[in-house]
């Protein structure tokens, strides 16, 4: 939004309203592959970023006294108009007493919404600059407005991911060919500074590989890989996975290795978070083993009968219409591909 303002003529452009607390608990991170400079919270998320575009006409909007006592930098404050204008001159004089440097005047009451843009051209923009679809979503629905019930407006307000969204707006191409691009400039940055990247430190000498990822519309809300990958190891009498993530400094991707009967299993793919990551090995895994992972009409048959027969059972128990037989390790045995070595659980 603050790009589209200074392609519409403005001279400078405000950034969301932030507490304090949040950004000390930020790191600047410089994104060569987006061309940003972004201050990243210790969950990952994007708090704020910035690019080169709007280098010295964007205003970082926080906390006023504080922030006045705390920076030898000019602070501004805007505001909007209030229902009075005594109560706007009100508003006006307590926020001079902090001691900014200037006051400006968004020339329209809280109540009344912002006129309708071109969203196809910003979404354009929240694309290019790996722009978190909810925020993305929001913006746009603000703009359509009562355009939300026509058939592009529900599928809008459906999307979850910027991939669908892009598809509302008949800008799937653009999308595939704008993430090409993407993937193509960080491929070029990792190839030619090898060093920084970070590779799981475990030997991934007999790792099974394969390129997959979490696609969270293909699986039930209740039902994920890394939920059937635990219930089949407990009801096989094994150990719980392991997972061992790491972050790729250079892009912030996450890449995840899960180890179960002594067999690592892992995704060629990095992911935007580590849950997804995680969730990416887990799905290496079963597909290795022809195990359901939950998928949309291929649920694990045990995870519904526990959840339909036994809500309120210790999941680590034995059901009652299958129980456990000592010395029976499990019926079907755990088949490690592609390592080349014994099966561990041979002989038990």
């Known amino acids: 939004m603050r790009l589209l303002a200074l ?3 403005a001279d400078i452009v405000y950034c969301e309203e932030l507490i304090d607390l949040k950004m000390l608990q930020c790191k600047r991170v410089v994104n060569d592959v987006l061309s940003t400079v972004d201050f990243v919270a210790p969950d990952d998320r994007v708090v704020f970023r910035t690019c080169e575009r709007e280098q010295s006409r964007v205003i970082f909007q926080m906390i006023l006294s504080t922030l006045v006592k705390g920076t030898r930098r000019p602070v501004t404050c805007k505001i909007r108009i209030l229902p ?6 009100s508003l006006v004089k307590r926020i001079e007493r902090t001691g900014i440097a200037a006051i400006a005047v968004h020339g329209r009451p809280q109540s009344l919404p912002g006129q309708q843009v071109g969203s196809c051209w910003f979404f354009s923009q929240a694309v290019q600059y790996d722009n978190h679809y909810t925020n993305t979503k929001y913006c746009l629905c603000q703009m359509l407005r009562e355009q939300l019930e026509s058939p592009q407006g529900k599928l809008l307000h459906a999307a979850q991911s910027s991939r669908e969204i892009c598809e509302a707006f008949g800008l799937g191409a653009f999308y595939e060919e704008t993430t090409r691009e993407l993937d193509a400039r960080r491929a070029e940055l990792l190839a030619k500074t090898p060093e920084e990247v970070e590779e799981p430190a475990e030997d991934t000498s007999g790792v099974i590989k394969m390129a997959v990822k979490f696609d969270r519309r293909a699986y039930s809300p209740q039902i ?4 059937c990958l635990l219930e089949w190891c407990r009801r096989e009498k094994l150990a719980q996975p392991v997972y061992e993530t790491v972050q790729r400094p250079l892009d912030r991707l996450f890449c995840s290795v899960v180890t179960v009967a002594e067999q690592k299993y892992q995704s060629t793919l990095w992911d935007k978070s580590k849950k997804l990551a995680e ?3 887990a799905i290496v ?3 290795s083993q022809g195990l359901p ?4 009409g291929e649920e694990s048959p045990s995870l519904n009968k526990r959840k339909r027969e036994a809500p309120d059972q210790d999941p680590g128990a034995p059901s009652v219409q299958e129980p456990a037989v000592p010395g029976e390790l499990c019926k079907k045995p755990f088949v490690a591909l592609g390592s080349g070595k014994e099966n561990p659980l041979e002989g038990l």
């Open 7 to 9: 392609d519409y003529g």
């Open 224 to 227: 994920t890989p890394k939920m």
């Open 285 to 287: 895994c079963l597909r």
């Open 84 to 89: 009075s204008l005594e109560d706007t001159l």
């Open 293 to 296: 992972e939950g998928r949309l």
């Open 279 to 281: 969730q990416a090995a």
